[in-house]
C-alpha cells in the first residue's frame, strides 16, 4: 500500500491527505482547498509557500527556488511531493467553492 501522508495548513488549520506521488496542490484541490497556482510546473512561483514541519521531495531536479529560500523552508506544491506529514504556512489558501 502506497504511503498517505497527513497535511495541515496553517493559519487555517485545514487538512487533508496527500498520497507519496501526487504533488501538494493537485492532492489539496482533490481535497477541495485551493492554493495559488499558475504554471503548475515550478517556474512561476505563484504556488510558493512555507513548509513548517516535515519533508518534502520534488518530482523536478531543481524547482524554480534559490538556495536561500530552500534553506528557510520555501516549497513549491505545485512540484512538491510529501515524504511525511506536513505543515504548510499557505495564508492564501482558500475553500473551493461546492
Not at 51 to 80: F, H, M, N, T
Amino acid at each position: 500500500m502506497a504511503p498517505v501522508f497527513r497535511v495541515t495548513i496553517e493559519p487555517q488549520g485545514w487538512q487533508f491527505e496527500a498520497d507519496f506521488d501526487v504533488p501538494l496542490l493537485t492532492a489539496a484541490e482533490r481535497a477541495g482547498l485551493r492554493l495559488p497556482s499558475s504554471c503548475r510546473n515550478g517556474t512561476c512561483r505563484t504556488c510558493l509557500c512555507r513548509l513548517r514541519a516535515g519533508q518534502v521531495g520534488y518530482r523536478i531536479e531543481w524547482p524554480g527556488l534559490s538556495a536561500e529560500e530552500k534553506r528557510d523552508g520555501y516549497i513549491l506544491p505545485c512540484v512538491a511531493l510529501a515524504q511525511s506529514d506536513l505543515t504548510l504556512e499557505a495564508g492564501a489558501a482558500r475553500r473551493s467553492p461546492a
